[in-house]
């Protein structure tokens, strides 16, 4: 892509898809180490979800260095949806993972001599993903808030679901050391459903914006209101919005007074986009069209 540009945002994204990726990579060795050797299905499971983490991380740092990119021919508008994508299919691959995780374990549930004890080892694991995936989620959710990037946001969930399952698997490899040893398979289930409600709830927010969902009713008051503070617009209409990646795109017509000429109706519609663009969340340039009050 000639002439594409980076910012500051790319660089934020770039460096928490890092360190995140490093993470991930010792959580899921240790998490399968842990759980092979110390007899739980659980957090084996959990290992794997984590591996799906680093898949996760590479899509979001490819799809943050193709949405940094400027517009170009083929992409008038930039490259921002590349995002949007990419956040679908960590969708997608959270909810591949969950079902062959829930496969598993009703699998391991309906062979109860199949089931093994766990021991303290894999406690400890569990313990430590816990914490390591929490500290992750926070610093990865702060930088997508910071960018309003659903991307981040949605691999700082994506890690959030590895601490929750992780939690899962704390409590169920306790009560199988307890003396109920399909706890840990019934966990590993549990750790399944959970994923999958993750992937679903990412992919259909994908989908909205991928389908040219608009905001919604606050929104679009908040942006009425900005629009009738300009002076000069005597009303507007047909306000239309869409999201690509952490913009919102905004197509409006202001009514203003029809004995204006061209040169004074432009000035009117510039100061409507530099008022969206100025206080609006996330709007950047607003196409503003002109007609006769």
Same mark, same amino acid.
């Given at each position: 892509?000639?002439?594409?540009?980076?910012?500051?945002a790319? #660089?934020?994204?770039?460096?928490?898809?890092?360190?995140?990726?490093?993470? &991930?990579?010792?959580?899921?060795?240790?998490?399968?180490?842990? =759980?092979?050797?110390?007899?739980?299905?659980?957090?084996?499971?959990?290992?794997?979800?984590?591996?799906?983490?680093?898949?996760? #991380?590479?899509? $979001?740092?490819?799809?943050?260095?193709?949405?940094?990119?400027?517009?170009?021919?083929?992409?008038?508008?930039?490259?921002?949806?590349?995002?949007?994508?990419?956040?679908?299919?960590?969708?997608?691959?959270l909810?591949?993972?969950? =079902?062959?995780?829930?496969?598993?374990?009703?699998?391991?549930?309906?062979?109860p001599?199949?089931?093994?004890?766990?021991?303290?080892?894999?406690?400890?694991?569990? $313990?430590?993903?816990?914490?390591? &995936?929490?500290?992750?989620?926070?610093?990865?959710?702060?930088?997508?808030?910071?960018y309003?990037?659903?991307?981040?946001?949605?691999?700082?969930?994506?890690?959030?679901?590895d601490?929750?399952?992780?939690?899962?698997?704390i409590?169920?490899v306790?009560?199988?050391?307890?003396?109920?040893?399909?706890? #840990?398979?019934?966990?590993?289930?549990?750790?399944?459903?959970?994923?999958?409600?993750?992937?679903?709830?990412?992919?259909?927010?994908?989908?909205r914006?991928?389908?040219?969902?608009?905001?919604?009713?606050?929104?679009?008051?908040?942006?009425?209101?900005?629009?009738?503070?300009?002076?000069?617009?005597? #009303?507007?209409?047909?306000?239309?919005?869409r999201?690509?990646?952490?913009?919102?795109?905004?197509?409006?017509?202001?009514?203003?007074?029809?004995?204006?000429?061209?040169?004074?109706?432009?000035?009117?519609?510039?100061?409507?986009?530099?008022?969206?663009?100025?206080?609006?969340?996330?709007t950047?340039?607003?196409?503003?069209?002109?007609?006769?009050?």
């Amino acid at each position: 892509m000639a002439g594409a540009t980076r910012d500051a945002a790319y #660089d934020a994204k770039r460096r928490i898809t890092l360190v995140t990726a490093v993470v &991930n990579l010792l959580l899921a060795g240790g998490k399968i180490a842990g =759980g092979l050797i110390g007899n739980s299905q659980a957090l084996v499971v959990d290992g794997v979800h984590s591996l799906s983490d680093l898949a996760g #991380d590479a899509l $979001v740092l490819w799809a943050a260095w193709i949405g940094a990119s400027g517009a170009d021919h083929n992409h008038p508008y930039g490259h921002k949806r590349f995002e949007t994508a990419a956040a679908l299919g960590i969708g997608a691959l959270l909810l591949l993972v969950a =079902g062959g995780f829930a496969f598993d374990a009703l699998r391991r549930l309906a062979q109860p001599e199949s089931l093994a004890v766990p021991g303290a080892l894999a406690l400890s694991v569990a $313990v430590v993903s816990v914490l390591a &995936n929490e500290i992750i989620y926070h610093y990865s959710r702060r930088v997508g808030e910071r960018y309003n990037s659903d991307l981040i946001l949605a691999n700082a969930w994506h890690h959030r679901s590895d601490a929750l399952s992780s939690v899962v698997v704390i409590v169920a490899v306790a009560g199988a050391i307890a003396g109920a040893p399909w706890l #840990d398979a019934l966990a590993a289930l549990v750790v399944a459903l959970m994923v999958g409600a993750v992937g679903c709830q990412l992919g259909w927010r994908a989908v909205r914006e991928l389908v040219d969902t608009g905001v919604d009713d606050a929104a679009l008051a908040e942006l009425g209101v900005l629009i009738r503070s300009v002076d000069g617009v005597a #009303d507007f209409d047909d306000l239309r919005t869409r999201r690509m990646g952490g913009a919102t795109l905004v197509d409006v017509r202001i009514r203003v007074d029809g004995d204006l000429s061209v040169r004074e109706a432009e000035v009117i519609a510039e100061a409507v986009r530099e008022t969206l663009d100025r206080h609006a969340p996330h709007t950047t340039g607003a196409l503003v069209r002109i007609a006769p009050h």
